[in-house]
């Protein structure tokens, strides 16, 4: 275990920094014992000076500025021997007389060394740092840009190698290929499952978008040039499918109605969208899209044509502080963007909406941001920022504990390829994990919560068990439940 240490004197409690550099070699479970050992080691190094016993014949000084001359002791005392003072425990004399004294001690360490190690720390969630499976993955682009890997709601894996996609089941481990496009001479760029069901959104490097049944392995519809470029992001809400391109669009089309053409189109990036995320919470931010581009910037969609309220302004009061370089749309209900970030240096390809807090966003810059950061985006605020060292290529929440995932590329650290679990709203690291030789670019979770994915350039896919299972909180009902019973 590498271990870090000092031993300065530690001081008081200080203000946290609001930019904090996290050492993304270390996790929560390193970080404890580094600091019990810090904290043994000044103990034992520096141990508390003894106390010098003050001689029961030395004369007290005169607290006066006056110089007062010498002169001869009124009682003669010289050259007399006086028994210690039973007022100072600290002689060495009274202090050997205690049996529990360390001149006595069979301890190799001190007593407040033991006590620092026998007294009970906090307990850790343990996480496994190997991956339980590992699956070939020929073919998988290292391209930051594309959103190769989703897990679908019935537990199957979709990835896209080169011009195919394969459908993985997880309960069976079967692999099955869902299409072919070598012949239209066509690559895969991005896949998403609906939230519900079976169906799965294919993107193409010639912005077609393609829409199968897993089930039946069939076509069931296609959008020729649905994008002038590339289709780097899809993401589904419901039966509206929205789609982000190089050409710098995000399109929203109803799956349900015949028509090709979109319903909507939003302008508000000035390079390729890489990211997009509908808010999944199902409350007031049900109809929230937020999309990340090239240009480093980061939008928020309102759908549902409704406008801001006229009070609320960018840098109003909120729990979080103000997000200086964000921006609100002029018309939310227009084709304005509702909210435009700009904090982040880099791509923002890494977005993902807290399933247990209603309106607040995570995104994740690029190699030359190196950032993840919070918003609220029901006043534009930016409630907390951590610099994690390295290349932000993903970001998920867990859905059985306030926890965050992030994938991570290029690095200033020692430590390169990573995939972190941060503690919300401390930022503390519970685990990293390492593995893949290449940047982690693709991640999803399973339907239950507990397992991820990751795939890199390396061509691999790998599983984790990252998150406990989620706790069963329903009540068993019994007959002799009388409190059910109507009286």
């Known amino acids: 275990m590498r271990t870090s240490y000092h031993l300065m004197d530690e001081g008081g409690p200080s203000t946290p920094s609001k930019n904090r550099i996290i050492p993304t070699e270390s996790d929560a479970i390193k970080e404890q014992a580094n600091t019990l050992f810090t904290h043994v080691l000044h103990t034992e190094v520096t141990p508390p000076s003894p106390r010098r016993p003050a001689s029961p014949t030395r004369p007290t000084q005169a607290t006066s500025s006056t110089a007062v001359p010498p002169s001869t002791p009124t009682r003669r005392r010289i050259f007399q021997y006086n028994s210690p003072s039973a007022s100072n425990p600290a002689t060495p004399t009274r202090r050997l007389d ?71 089941t997880a309960h069976n481990a079967a692999v099955s290929k869902l299409c072919d496009l070598a012949p239209t001479n066509d690559t895969i760029s991005s896949v998403s499952w609906v939230q519900k069901g079976t169906t799965l959104a294919i993107g193409t490097l010639s912005g077609r978008l393609h829409i199968y049944d897993a089930n039946t392995l069939q076509l069931q519809r296609t959008y020729q040039q649905a994008h002038n470029q590339r289709i780097g992001a899809i993401a589904w809400n419901s039966h509206v499918l929205s789609s982000g391109s190089r050409d710098r669009m995000v399109h929203h089309r109803d799956v349900r109605e015949a028509t090709m053409k979109p319903f909507k189109r939003c302008a508000g990036h000035r390079q390729e969208v890489c990211g ?20 480093n910037k980061v939008c928020i969609w309102d759908l549902r044509g409704s406008k ?31 909210w435009k970030f700009h904090e982040h240096t880099a791509a923002v390809k890494a977005l993902a909406w807290d399933p247990h807090v209603s309106g607040v966003l995570a995104t994740g810059g690029g190699t030359q941001d190196k950032h993840i950061r919070f918003w609220n985006t029901f006043n534009g605020n930016m409630l907390n920022e951590l610099d994690t060292g390295s290349q932000v290529c993903n970001l998920i929440w867990s859905l059985t504990s306030h926890e965050l995932v992030s994938t991570h590329g290029f690095s200033s650290t020692t430590a390169q390829n990573q995939i972190c679990i941060w503690k919300y709203p401390t930022l503390n690291m519970v685990a990293s994990l390492t593995g893949h030789t290449h940047r982690v670019l693709y991640l999803a979770m399973s339907p239950d919560g507990e397992t991820i994915v990751t795939g890199a350039g390396d061509e691999t896919l790998r599983f ?24």
């Not at 720390?121 to 020929?138: F, G």
């Not at 309220?309 to 009061?317: F, I, K, P, R, T």
């Open 98 to 168: 205690a049996p529990t004294d360390e001149a006595y001690s069979m301890s190799p360490v001190r007593a407040e060394s033991r006590h620092l190690l026998e007294s009970p720390r906090r307990q850790l969630r343990s996480v496994c740092k190997t991956p339980y499976r590992v699956l070939d993955a020929p073919e998988l682009a290292d391209d930051f840009y594309l959103n190769l890997v989703d897990w679908s709601s019935t537990n199957v894996l979709g990835v896209g190698l080169g011009p195919c996609v394969y459908l993985w």
């Open 276 to 295: 997009l995320k509908w808010s999944g919470d199902g409350g007031p931010q049900a109809a929230t899209l937020a999309s990340g581009g090239n240009d």
């Open 308 to 338: 801001r309220a006229a009070g609320l302004a960018v840098g109003g009061s909120g729990s979080g502080r103000s997000g200086g370089n964000s921006s609100a749309g002029e018309d939310a209900g227009g084709d304005a963007p509702l």
């Open 464 to 487: 984790w068990n990252a998150f406990p299972k989620k706790e069963n909180n329903e009540k068993k009902e019994s007959r002799l439940d009388y409190g059910r019973l109507i009286r």
